[in-house]
């Protein structure tokens, strides 16, 4: 295959769009010469090996040697970045501590690493992402789950501990930001699979259940899906092999599912073979050792198929990859893109921002949280003045914070950009004073829809250009005048969802919607499940959702639409509590809702995967108990 890409040495070189357009749909990857290489390491072949081998993920086809490992061994846990990859323990007479590492652009023997906390063997894939590993557990320390930095020689240490203990290889998965471990043998074959947020040490927590319990499975991983290869199992008799291949969405906890079969079934296989398109098995056992390389379509349930042969056939040979699952593809930017902790930060379409609220008295303070992570909120800097009942819009690069409550109601409009953290500034005006109002947004313009002034509801729409600073200009008007609305959109098209009405201010189950880039009246959409006031919206490019509110008391009722097509909204499920003038954000997969009113003000955040109906999950929490916030994201809508 022709590469196009700039010297690595040379800062000036211009990566060929059709080059990494072609790349990233066909391959999974950047252009660059290492990023489809697959390495299996060790196992065992009558006795232990210390044989690397390396195949082309991209080109169906047997496998060459790569190297030797420092020690023979089999049932090594590994870890890959994009540079390296690491062996960690495995079995040789006795449990072994040992890491080796090779670098997958040298060809040739490993080299010493550092150590496990404890010797332990019997282990598989572990996970990680570009800069931090988290090995599998093993029959040494049953639980115990070890991490370390790619980039610095050393041994180990302790990361945490597994649910329970699984005596052998629980087969981890990573989309980055999460790490699960599946099934093992505790000492009989286990169905669980736990979680992890990589970037904080901890314990392990239940994620949900395999379809079958197995132990000596394999695995692979995209960016959103884990799935795992076959296994040994209990049923119908001890030692049976499994031929199923299970699945699961990594940011979405809940049980596996079915994705096919195992074209050969068999246990004791290789771990964690993938990039970003192809999942693979390598060797194992099928009653005798294989040599058979197995390829799945990660995207596409089905059935393995035949891709190759390893060089020698054995079983427990495990194996990583120099970009599995698309975590450790070489982008553009690399250095810029990680932390020093293994955080990713600031990627675009990943940044949601509360500020403002009532906790208890109107507050300036802004907050905010990369949805992409679970965990708390965290600062980001203060609004020009106290203020609640506000709202916000953002694109890719800027955060506008509008209108609400000082307490009087207000017209400015505030500006931070989002690759700066820092205190807002003066952007310019609404056309009127208002707060209770909800937003939408393309990359280009920023919509303030109804709303509510103190004394009345709105129907006025506003509009600004996020790349002028200046005062709003007016769009057109709502269908109704309401306040207390809910704003979905995709990038086109903009829906204002329920809210309440004139004095005395009853809940409306309206939805209206505009196109964004052509300013005029909002027509009728369809209607909410139910009629409610102040939930809180937000959507991904396709589906827009709404949760929470006022319906005669608080609700816990979230709803959703599909915004390019016009119709009623279907229930979607629960937020984990009942409440009102709560917040959300989102990316193109996930939708974070934060604080509200329970009775009692609360600094909750939960969330949901856009594409899965279901009910939400703890996210972790804002700084401090706040409602009335104004919140938005630089991804939500699909503008990432």
């Known amino acids: 295959m022709s590469e196009s890409y700039p010297r690595r040495d ?179 074959q286990s169905n669980v699979i736990d979680f992890i947020e990589i970037t904080t040490d901890g314990n392990a927590t239940d994620f949900g259940d395999l379809s079958v319990a197995r132990g000596e499975a394999s695995s692979a991983d995209s960016k959103t899906r884990s799935v795992i290869f076959s296994g040994r199992t209990n049923s119908p008799s001890p030692g049976t092999i499994a031929d199923v291949i299970d699945f699961f969405e990594t940011a979405s906890q809940g049980n596996a599912i079915d994705f096919g079969d195992m074209n050969v079934p068999r246990k004791a296989m290789a771990g964690g073979l993938s990039n970003s398109i192809k999942g693979f098995s390598a060797g194992g056992s099928t009653g005798s050792n294989t ?102 819009v953002a694109n890719g690069s800027r955060y506008l914070m509008a209108g609400g409550d000082t307490p009087s109601y207000q017209t400015q409009i505030q500006v931070t950009e989002i690759s700066t953290k820092g205190n807002f500034s003066n952007f310019g005006d609404l056309t009127a004073s208002k707060g209770e109002f909800c937003t939408v947004a393309s990359n280009t313009r920023g919509v303030f829809g109804t709303g509510y002034d103190g004394s009345n509801v709105r129907d006025v729409i506003d509009y600004i250009t996020f790349a002028t600073i200046g005062n709003a200009t007016d769009f057109g008007d709502s269908s109704s005048a309401r306040g207390g609305s809910a704003g979905m959109c995709s990038p086109t098209r903009g829906c204002f969802a329920s809210g309440f009405g004139p004095s005395p201010f009853a809940t409306t189950n309206v939805i209206d919607y505009i196109t964004i880039s052509s300013a005029g009246n909002a027509t009728d959409f369809g209607d909410s499940t139910i009629n409610r006031d102040s939930p809180a919206g937000t959507s991904s490019a396709t589906r827009g959702v709404a949760g929470g509110g006022n319906a005669s008391g608080n609700t816990n009722v979230i709803d959703y639409i599909t915004i390019g097509s016009t119709g009623n909204a279907t229930d979607f499920g629960d ?12 990316n193109k997969l996930r939708a974070v809702f934060a604080g509200g009113i329970t009775p009692s003000t609360v600094n909750t955040m939960d969330y949901i995967t856009i594409a899965s109906t279901g009910n939400a999950t703890d996210y972790g929490d804002l700084i401090k108990a706040s409602s009335r916030l104004g919140g938005d994201s630089n991804g939500h809508g699909g503008l990432s």
């Open 10 to 188: 040379q800062a000036r070189g211009i990566w060929k769009i059709n080059d990494i357009t072609k790349n990233i749909k066909e391959l999974g990857t950047y252009p660059g010469a290492s990023k489809f290489m697959a390495l299996c390491g060790g196992g065992h072949d009558g006795s232990n090996s210390n044989v690397i081998d390396e195949f082309n993920m991209i080109t169906a086809g047997n496998a060459v040697d790569f190297g030797d490992l420092v020690t023979a061994r089999s049932g090594c846990s590994t870890n890959s970045s994009n540079i390296r990859i690491v062996w960690s323990g495995g079995e040789t007479s006795s449990n072994f501590s040992q890491q080796d590492y090779v670098h997958f652009a040298t060809k040739g023997n490993a080299a010493d690493f550092g150590d496990l906390t404890t010797a332990q063997g019997n282990t598989t894939k572990g996970s990680g992402n570009e800069v931090k590993a988290v090995t599998s557990s093993g029959s040494g320390d049953a639980d115990l789950l070890n991490t370390f930095i790619f980039a610095t020689l050393g041994s180990s240490s302790n990361f945490g501990n597994l649910t329970a203990v699984r005596n052998g290889a629980p087969q981890g998965t990573t989309d980055g930001v999460r790490g699960t471990y599946s099934g093992g043998m505790a000492p009989n």
């Open 291 to 392: 040599n058979s390389i197995e390829q799945v379509t990660l995207a596409t349930r089905s059935n393995g198929s035949d891709f190759g042969d390893l060089t020698v056939a054995r079983s427990a040979c495990p194996g990583n990859t120099s970009s599995h699952g698309g975590i450790n593809i070489f982008h553009p930017r690399a250095p810029e893109l990680y932390s020093p902790t293994g955080k990713v930060v600031d990627q675009p379409g990943d940044i949601g921002i509360f500020g403002g609220g009532d906790a208890p008295s109107n507050s300036k303070d802004v907050e905010f949280i990369q949805i992409s992570s679970i965990g708390n909120a965290v600062n980001w800097g203060d609004l020009i003045q106290d203020i609640d009942d506000c709202n916000a």
């Open 575 to 586: 937020l984990t509590s009942a409440r009102n003038k709560l917040q959300a954000g989102s």
